[in-house]
């Protein structure tokens, strides 16, 4: 418990890589102050109109222009903040001209229009990217229309408190204080580097055998690999730095668990005689200099004799040797700086050549109207007195697939359901200090950010919380009343899942199928390009990288609709980790591979291996080919039994050999697993075949 509590802060790191998120919603707090502030003093010069009406309004506008604004290069964020602002004032100036000419009925005939909108920006999901998320800003921004419409509208105001919010956003987000791109990449580079060196320093010790510890260890390198690839999108296409690509880190992550792996595995004899040889001891110092420092080591600093195996140890000692040799190989390549963008190779990406309206989300924006307007209709009659809630909750459970919208359901609900109780345990220790309540309100606004992306649970929570707090003291609601909250959130979110159940159900299973065969051919075809020794393909790599990271979000989904308490409980996420270190082993084999055929090459008398290599490589083909002909079949662990005889072999062929040999049995160990799962039979076996006839 107290090493949890102890890694407790550096954990809450792999939810905010860098800081960024944390300065985003530093800078959504400065928005809303800023903004509400100058509407409010905007509401002295304004006859008829409420400046509490005003200030919320520029607010709100401000707001969601950055919260739709992902982090991204300071350019990249200023053209997407000033689309949003325009797709806002043309929001807020036709909620403005509606309802000035709605007159007395101006509240039902905003809420009808909304109805409306949301079909619209539902239907914007189809086209992606920036559209996709103006929609749901729409969806969402219309609320506030009719807030500040009520009783009557402001007329040319509301448009002109979303010009001034978006100006305030545009302000601060690029004219305040944000990291250097090149010095969070430094930083988080630096962290990334001294993690690795310690996990060696550890691993060549023999201190990390048991699967907890090297667990714990990898986890937090991984963490800290997820803050390098954010850092590394933001530096641009052609940084002015230089260091470790995230595909760098990726690979000397595996050649650092491939160091502890082969070492847990010797026997005890060979591993003392190892590790206290000082050659071995001198070998890994170098290392951990070159992976703190970034220099490639000298080769001699390497070869000192421990990397021939004595031929007096057995058999399975020799050959865990040889996989550390090869994988120090690799991390003396790795280790040295280079440019953290990787290039990417051009993608076969679907096709946007067709019309946008053709692209547009029709069924997802019929579930949207339709959810919309039974929420509203509920609302009016069960007399709710926050009805609004309801709608507000379709718009934020409902998406573009039915394993998003349950697992949003739950998320939603169980954080609503926290935020509401805290809410009210806190407020009779606060009833007598308002001040206090809005300043827990103002500091919740970054936690909210940071969380936002990566725990939308405890997300939801917080702005319960935060809304609550403030209707509470802004309105002078009873907190009593702000119950409604809650079972408001419920109903919503309960008709938003049920229409997604009944009209028009997007499932997973059909995407899942479709990419899972566009990602076993992508990593089949790898397989068969040439490459050259000591080439790291990254541009493929990272291709196959996201290949894997679509299949994993969309195999999320698929278990939220087939078993969702896997999808939470974490029961399935050794599936995900196996789909994504597939990529990882198929380039690592294809590389050792072509090492060895280039070795081989070079040795005439080496006929027999020529031949066990061309078994091999034909039998990890056929075993993508049975995955995806659906054909299935045992494949027994007979890989070591290849392992050629030692005596008089190079030792750059020999150690080459025994790297190929353990990532196709890694390779096949993925590709059976996956093949067996039972979550995955419906969707990653039965249809896989017409998918990829």
Same mark, same amino acid.
């Given at each position: !418990?107290?090493?949890?509590?102890? =890694?407790?802060?550096?954990?809450?790191?792999?939810?905010?890589?860098?800081?960024?998120?944390?300065?985003?919603?530093? =800078?959504?707090?400065?928005?809303?102050?800023v903004a509400a502030t100058l509407g409010h003093m905007a509401g002295g010069y304004v006859e008829n109109v409420s400046g509490f009406k005003l200030a919320v309004l520029a607010a709100a506008a401000g707001a969601h222009c950055l919260i739709f604004t992902p982090v991204a290069t300071k350019r990249q964020e200023i053209a997407s903040l000033t689309a949003m602002a325009g797709?806002?004032?043309?929001?807020?100036?036709?909620?403005?001209?509606?309802?000035?000419?709605?007159?007395?009925?101006?509240?039902?005939?905003?809420?009808?229009?909304?109805?409306?909108?949301?079909?619209?920006?539902?239907?914007?999901?189809?086209?992606?990217?920036?559209?996709?998320?103006?929609?749901?800003? !729409?969806?969402?921004?219309?609320?506030?229309?009719?807030?500040?419409?009520?009783?009557?509208?402001? @007329?040319?105001?509301?448009?002109? !408190?979303?010009?001034?919010?978006?100006?305030?956003?545009?302000?601060? #987000?690029?004219?305040?204080? #944000?990291?250097?791109?090149?010095?969070?990449?430094l930083s988080v580079e630096t962290a990334n580097r001294e993690a690795m060196a310690g996990f060696l320093n550890l691993a060549a010790a023999g201190s990390l055998e048991d699967r907890q510890s090297a667990a714990a260890a990898m986890a937090d390198l991984a963490a800290l690999r997820g803050e390098l690839r954010l850092s590394t999108q933001l530096l641009g296409a052609k940084?002015?730095?230089?260091?470790?690509?995230? $595909?760098?880190?990726?690979?000397?992550?595996?050649?650092?668990?491939?160091? #502890?792996?082969?070492?847990? =595995?010797?026997? +005890?004899?060979?591993?003392?005689?190892?590790?206290?040889?000082?050659?071995?001891?001198?070998?890994?110092?170098?290392?951990?200099?070159?992976?703190?420092? @970034?220099? $490639?080591?000298?080769? $001699?600093? %390497? #070869?000192?004799?421990?990397?021939?195996?004595?031929?007096?140890?057995?058999?399975?000692?020799?050959?865990?040797?040889?996989?550390?040799?090869?994988?120090?190989?690799?991390?003396?390549? %790795?280790?040295?700086?280079? /440019?953290?963008?990787?290039?990417?190779?051009?993608?076969?990406?679907?096709?946007? /050549?067709?019309? *946008?309206?053709?692209?547009?989300? *029709?069924?997802?924006?019929?579930?949207?109207?339709?959810?919309?307007?039974?929420?509203? @209709?509920?609302?009016?009659?069960?007399?709710?007195?926050?009805?609004?809630?309801?709608?507000?909750?379709?718009?934020?459970?409902?998406?573009?697939?039915?394993?998003?919208?349950?697992?949003?359901?739950?998320?939603?609900?169980?954080?609503?359901?926290?935020?509401?109780?805290?809410?009210?345990?806190?407020?009779?220790?606060?009833?007598?200090?308002?001040? &206090?309540?809005?300043?827990?309100?103002?500091?919740?606004?970054?936690?909210?950010?940071?969380?936002?992306?990566?725990?939308?649970?405890?997300?939801?929570?917080?702005?319960?919380?935060?809304?609550?707090?403030?209707?509470?003291?802004?309105?002078?609601?009873?907190?009593?009343?702000?119950?409604?909250?809650?079972?408001?959130?419920?109903?919503?979110?309960? &008709?938003?899942?049920?229409?997604?159940?009944?009209?028009?159900?997007?499932?997973?299973?059909?995407?899942?199928?479709?990419?899972?065969?566009?990602?076993?051919?992508?990593? +089949?075809?790898?397989?068969?390009?040439?490459?050259?020794?000591?080439?790291?393909?990254?541009?493929?790599?990272?291709?196959?990288?996201?290949?894997?990271?679509?299949?994993?979000?969309?195999?999320?989904?698929?278990?939220?609709?087939?078993?969702?308490?896997?999808?939470?409980?974490?029961?399935?996420?050794?599936?995900?980790?196996?789909?994504?270190?597939?990529?990882?082993?198929?380039?690592?084999?294809?590389?050792?591979?072509?090492?060895?055929?280039? $070795?081989?090459?070079?040795?005439?008398?080496?006929?027999?291996?020529?031949?066990?290599?061309?078994?091999? /490589?034909?039998?990890?083909?056929?075993?993508?080919?049975?995955?995806?002909?659906? =054909?299935?079949?045992?494949?027994?662990?007979?890989?070591?039994?290849?392992?050629?005889?030692?005596?008089?072999?190079?030792?750059?062929?020999?150690?080459? *050999?025994?790297? !190929?040999?353990?990532?196709?049995?890694?390779?096949?160990?993925?590709?059976?697993?996956?093949?067996?799962?039972?979550?995955?039979?419906?969707?990653?076996?039965?249809?896989?075949?017409?998918?990829?006839?």
């Open positions: !418990m107290l090493q949890k509590l102890f =890694h407790a802060p550096s954990r809450l790191l792999t939810y905010d890589p860098g800081a960024l998120r944390l300065v985003r919603g530093v =800078h959504l707090m400065l928005t809303v102050l797709v806002l004032v043309l929001l807020f100036s036709i909620g403005g001209v509606v309802g000035t000419l709605a007159g007395a009925s101006v509240s039902l005939v905003l809420q009808l229009v909304w109805v409306a909108v949301i079909s619209l920006g539902f239907a914007l999901d189809g086209i992606g990217g920036f559209w996709q998320r103006a929609g749901r800003m !729409m969806a969402i921004c219309w609320l506030f229309v009719i807030m500040g419409s009520l009783p009557t509208s402001p @007329g040319i105001w509301m448009p002109a !408190m979303a010009i001034l919010g978006a100006v305030v956003a545009l302000i601060i #987000r690029v004219g305040v204080w #944000r990291p250097s791109t090149e010095k969070t990449y940084p002015s730095v230089q260091g470790i690509s995230p $595909e760098n880190a990726t690979m000397i992550e595996l050649a650092l668990e491939v160091v #502890r792996d082969a070492l847990a =595995h010797m026997s +005890k004899p060979g591993k003392d005689r190892l590790i206290s040889a000082p050659a071995f001891k001198s070998s890994v110092d170098a290392l951990v200099a070159a992976l703190q420092s @970034g220099r $490639e080591p000298k080769p $001699e600093e %390497l #070869r000192k004799g421990w990397e021939v195996p004595d031929k007096s140890l057995p058999v399975s000692d020799q050959f865990h040797i040889l996989r550390i040799a090869q994988a120090f190989r690799r991390l003396s390549v %790795l280790s040295r700086r280079g /440019n953290p963008v990787p290039k990417i190779s051009p993608t076969t990406a679907e096709s946007s /050549n067709a019309a *946008w309206w053709i692209r547009l989300s *029709w069924p997802l924006a019929l579930q949207a109207g339709v959810a919309a307007a039974i929420g509203y @209709g509920l609302g009016v009659y069960f007399q709710l007195s926050h009805a609004y809630w309801v709608t507000l909750t379709i718009v934020i459970v409902l998406s573009n697939t039915l394993g998003t919208t349950v697992q949003r359901t739950i998320q939603r609900s169980l954080g609503t359901a926290a935020g509401v109780v805290v809410a009210m345990a806190v407020d009779p220790l606060l009833s007598s200090l308002p001040e &206090i309540r809005i300043g827990l309100v103002v500091v919740s606004i970054p936690v909210v950010i940071v969380f936002m992306e990566r725990n939308y649970a405890l997300a939801s929570g917080i702005i319960s919380f935060l809304v609550v707090m403030g209707l509470q003291t802004l309105e002078d609601l009873p907190i009593l009343e702000l119950w409604s909250r809650l079972y408001d959130t419920l109903i919503g979110a309960g &008709i938003g899942l049920g229409i997604a159940f009944v009209l028009f159900p997007k499932r997973s299973d059909t995407g899942i199928r479709a990419l899972a065969a566009d990602y076993l051919s992508a990593c +089949k075809a790898y397989l068969r390009t040439d490459g050259d020794k000591g080439k790291d393909d990254w541009g493929d790599f990272s291709a196959l990288r996201v290949s894997a990271g679509k299949l994993v979000t969309t195999a999320s989904a698929y278990r939220a609709e087939q078993a969702p308490w896997s999808s939470f409980s974490g029961t399935a996420n050794r599936l995900d980790v196996l789909v994504i270190v597939l990529a990882d082993y198929v380039v690592l084999y294809h590389q050792a591979r072509t090492a060895v055929e280039q $070795e081989l090459s070079a040795s005439p008398d080496a006929v027999d291996l020529q031949q066990l290599a061309d078994r091999l /490589n034909t039998r990890i083909l056929s075993v993508f080919d049975e995955i995806l002909a659906e =054909h299935g079949s045992e494949i027994a662990d007979d890989w070591l039994a290849v392992l050629p005889d030692l005596a008089g072999t190079d030792t750059d062929l020999i150690t080459d *050999w025994v790297a !190929m040999l353990y990532h196709a049995r890694k390779v096949i160990y993925c590709l059976n697993a996956l093949k067996e799962d039972s979550l995955w039979s419906l969707a990653f076996e039965t249809s896989m075949a017409p998918a990829v006839r």
